[in-house]
């Protein structure tokens, strides 16, 4: 099935729509997979919206109309459509966009000279967003709501930040060291600019000699910012933000203690934000798909008190939650299973489901 954009005079009710609409204050109009009524383009029209995205059938690329079963689903707006309204959001998502380019500008000309880095200026961008959050959680819960951004390389330096400053509260560190660990995020990825784009944003399969070329990005990091006036721990993430603690990363493959600890927690962070980001070829992930993914993964590639205090406070966040699960039944996360945080208890009406022992099924969305 394709996707077509197609003027708003040309929609007509049960067209089924493939992309969230928001108007120009950026608040949701119409999420996407929500059938099309008369009150939905209405509402496109009151908001002065000219078009939207809707799936069409391949044969003849009219726009499909959507089954009965597909609108049932639709109209349950999940827990993330719902805070995308908020002003809350909006704000954070007007301060996050205004960062974009300043960080871009920044770090692109901190790489052409030989002068330190503007980090007063990216920590008090950052720092502002950080404190303008309630919860370490809800910072996770707005990230989570992010329109995709083309680029990925500055938005994911910038969630990095922040959600290191998260992890750095859980783990109880001290302010100063929480704003080394925000500045380990800011600069971990910063050999990436010297990576061709047409490498980084290939879609297909990356070739060895590709996969190779990226992997430098963190020597060639380290080595921009060796010689500038950054707390060496910066300077050390950069390096070290791929190695694991059983020794299968990159650049040198080194072992638990050789790594560097705020290396090790920026390791943990920045696979969280790959993940849980929304990208152009896919929307951002369920936190417990995430959680489900890291202990599948294997956990002893990471350190274990990070790793482990970073997930339990992100599932137990969730709980008294409502969830989806994948066989369409709703219910609240009443349990967590310590030893399998991905899978917690639900309560079902008057059931409870203990997802341990059900490997069928699994938590498809927080609703
Ligand atoms: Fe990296």
């Not at 901190?110 to 959050?133: I, Q, R």
């Not at 922040?162 to 380990?184: F, H, N, P, S």
């Not at 951002?284 to 970073?310: A, W």
């Amino acid at each position: 099935m394709e996707v077509k954009r197609i003027n708003i005079n040309d929609l007509t009710p049960g067209m089924l729509v493939a992309d969230n609409v928001y108007n120009s204050a950026n608040q949701l109009i119409v999420p996407r997979d929500v059938v099309l009524t008369d009150k939905a383009i209405t509402r496109m029209r009151f908001h002065s919206i000219s078009s939207a995205r809707v799936y069409v059938s391949d044969e003849n690329a009219s726009p499909k109309p959507a089954s009965a079963a597909a609108g049932k689903e639709a109209r349950e707006v999940s827990f993330f459509e719902k805070l995308r309204g908020t002003e809350e959001f909006i704000a954070f998502n007007q301060d996050f966009e205004k960062s974009i380019p300043v960080f871009e500008q920044k770090l692109t000309a901190m790489l052409k000279g030989s002068a330190d880095p503007d980090n007063d200026t990216l920590t008090g961008m950052v720092d502002d967003m950080f404190h303008s959050c309630r919860t370490g959680i809800q910072l996770f819960n707005l990230l989570h709501c992010m329109r995709n951004f083309d680029d990925v390389t500055f938005s994911h330096s910038i969630n990095v930040s922040l959600i290191c400053g998260v992890l750095g509260t859980w783990l109880g560190r001290d302010k100063a060291e929480i704003e080394v660990l925000m500045q380990c995020g800011i600069y971990h990825d910063v050999g990436k600019l010297l990576i061709p784009k047409a490498i980084l944003d290939k879609p297909g399969k990356l070739s060895p000699e590709e996969y190779a070329l990226i992997k430098t990005h963190t020597t060639q990091g380290y080595n921009v910012l060796k010689d500038r006036k950054l707390p060496r721990e910066v300077k050390l993430a950069a390096m070290m933000h791929h190695e694991r603690c059983d020794g299968s990363g990159y650049p040198f493959g080194i072992r638990d203690s050789k790594i560097d600890p705020f290396a090790k927690m920026v390791a943990i962070v920045d696979v969280y934000d790959a993940m849980t980001s929304a990208r152009v070829y896919r929307g951002p992930m369920c936190p417990f798909k995430v959680i489900d993914i890291f202990e599948n993964e294997g956990l002893q590639k990471y350190d274990t008190h990070y790793i482990m205090t970073f997930l339990e406070n992100i599932v137990n966040t969730y709980m008294l939650n409502r969830v989806k699960l994948n066989d369409g039944r709703v219910g609240d996360v009443v349990f967590v299973n310590r030893a399998s945080l991905a899978r917690p208890t639900i309560k079902c009406a008057n059931e409870f489901i203990d997802l341990s022992a059900e490997p069928g099924l699994y938590i498809e969305a927080i609703i």
